[in-house]
């Protein structure tokens, strides 16, 4: 039994999502829970573009010889689903396609940085006993983003990344973020003079971005030292989302290069940058944290048109048509229950504006807007623009 605040409790509910035993760990969306997660998409889609990032899609499968070179064959196996008689894996990040793309690119340094990102599907083994909901899941979509750039770029590209995060985050109602800084493991590549210098890089860019990181020695990746983003939610629990990462290796393993300005061919840094991580675990933090009433730019619906009476189906029926050309996710509720008990249905689905028209309504071509306990009547066109503007992304 789930408690009542658990989101896989509040996906039932509201017809979001569900899981089966023939698919641990992976999430059959329904139509409700899918629009929410496309709205969520939509925004990291717009965050990532603000942020000069050109979206690219890399294939979902790739061959043996590409995770030996990214090292994930050697430390990562266990956890990808290998098909194939082992010659073919379902990627478990999207660094290698980025990395491929940019080799057959070799950039001019006027080019830099590059910056490309994913809304990658991705697969990871985990073992069944850790999944948990969409917190841990064996199939999600992570935010992955990668930026290629010389060295006197990397301190701006990181101070940049940081704000822009913190400003991602503030939108979605995370003002408090932590922020950890993990430097140099005891097993790493690169020298200790590559290391000083990334270390000393990643601190300072923090730092100029305002933000106190607390320092976790021997946390970093073996190929670079990262910087680390948690929200801490209302229920006292820390999520880890955000990250950023130097390396020091993977463009040297797959051999990408850029034209310096000299015509020589020189090595790009790369940093791994993640803003949510998964969005499937993001939209599960937030459907706890609103006790499953999403804002109204993430809601399934935003606004349900319902009519007093079957007489008033057919401007009820236009006033839904306008709401759609508007851009809005709007349901029209058309059930043979009474006015009450479908205002009542609509606010148990969280959807946050309720459009009540009848005949007064009609005569006068205006509405009745409820919101929470709230309620006024408004001429049609006005209303329309209130809760398009009220169901506004936040950013
Ligand atoms: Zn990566």
Same mark, same amino acid.
């Given at each position: 039994?789930?408690?009542?605040?658990?989101?896989?409790?509040?996906?039932?509910?509201?017809?979001?999502?569900?899981?089966?035993?023939?698919?641990?760990?992976?999430?059959?969306? *329904?139509?409700?829970?899918?629009?929410?997660? &496309?709205?969520?998409?939509? =925004? @990291? #889609?717009?965050? !990532?573009?603000?942020?000069?990032?050109?979206?690219?899609?890399?294939?979902?499968?790739?061959?043996?010889?590409?995770?030996?070179?990214?090292?994930?064959?050697?430390?990562?196996?266990?956890?990808?689903?290998?098909?194939?008689?082992?010659?073919?894996?379902?990627?478990?990040?999207?660094?290698?396609?980025?990395?491929?793309?940019?080799?057959?690119?070799?950039?001019?340094?006027?080019?830099?940085?590059?910056?490309?990102?994913?809304?990658?599907?991705?697969?990871?083994?985990?073992?069944?006993?850790?999944?948990?909901?969409?917190?841990?899941?064996?199939?999600?979509?992570?935010?992955?983003?990668?930026?290629?750039?010389?060295? *006197?770029?990397?301190?701006?590209?990181?101070? &940049?990344?940081?704000?822009? =995060? @913190? #400003?991602?985050? !503030?939108?979605?109602g995370f003002e408090h973020v932590e922020v950890s800084f993990a430097s140099r493991p005891d097993e790493r590549a690169g020298s200790e003079q590559v290391w000083d210098r990334a270390e000393e890089l990643l601190q300072q860019a923090a730092r100029r971005a305002g933000l106190t990181a607390l320092h976790v020695p021997k946390g970093g990746a073996f190929y670079g030292p990262k910087l680390e983003f948690a929200l801490p939610d209302r229920l006292g629990r820390r999520w880890q989302c955000g990250t950023i990462q130097l390396d020091l290796v993977l463009p040297e393993r797959f051999d990408v290069q850029f034209v310096a300005a000299s015509g020589e061919r020189l090595r790009p840094l790369m940093l791994h940058r993640a803003t949510l991580g998964s969005l499937e675990r993001f939209l599960g933090i937030v459907l706890?944290?609103?006790?499953?009433?999403?804002?109204?730019?993430?809601?399934?619906?935003?606004?349900?048109?319902?009519?007093?009476?079957?007489?008033?189906?057919?401007?009820?029926?236009?006033?839904?048509?306008?709401l759609r050309r508007a851009g809005l996710r709007s349901a029209l509720d058309l059930r043979d229950e009474t006015l009450s008990r479908r205002i009542a249905l609509s606010h148990e689905q969280g959807i946050p504006y309720v459009l009540v028209v009848g005949g007064r309504e009609h005569a006068a071509r205006t509405v009745s807007v409820r919101e929470g306990d709230q309620q006024r009547v408004m001429p049609l066109t006005d209303a329309v623009l209130r809760v398009a503007e009220a169901c506004a992304p936040p950013l």
């Open positions: 039994m789930l408690a009542d605040n658990d989101h896989r409790e509040i996906g039932r509910r509201l017809d979001l999502f569900h899981f089966q035993e023939e698919a641990a760990g992976m999430v059959f969306w *329904h139509p409700r829970g899918y629009r929410t997660l &496309r709205a969520l998409e939509a =925004l @990291i #889609r717009r965050h !990532a573009e603000a942020d000069g990032f050109a979206e690219v899609r890399t294939p979902q499968l790739l061959r043996q010889p590409i995770w030996e070179t990214s090292g994930h064959w050697q430390h990562f196996k266990q956890n990808m689903f290998v098909l194939e008689d082992d010659a073919l894996a379902a990627k478990p990040v999207s660094c290698p396609g980025h990395l491929e793309i940019l080799r057959r690119r070799a950039p001019s340094y006027r080019d830099l940085p590059l910056r490309y990102s994913e809304l990658g599907l991705v697969h990871r083994n985990e073992p069944s006993g850790t999944l948990h909901g969409l917190f841990r899941l064996r199939q999600f979509t992570q935010d992955d983003g990668h930026v290629f750039c010389e060295e *006197h770029q990397l301190e701006a590209e990181v101070a &940049r990344f940081c704000a822009s =995060l @913190i #400003r991602l985050y !503030a939108a979605l706890e944290q609103h006790d499953g009433r999403l804002p109204a730019w993430l809601a399934p619906e935003q606004v349900a048109v319902v009519p007093v009476e079957s007489a008033h189906h057919d401007y009820a029926r236009e006033v839904e048509s306008l």
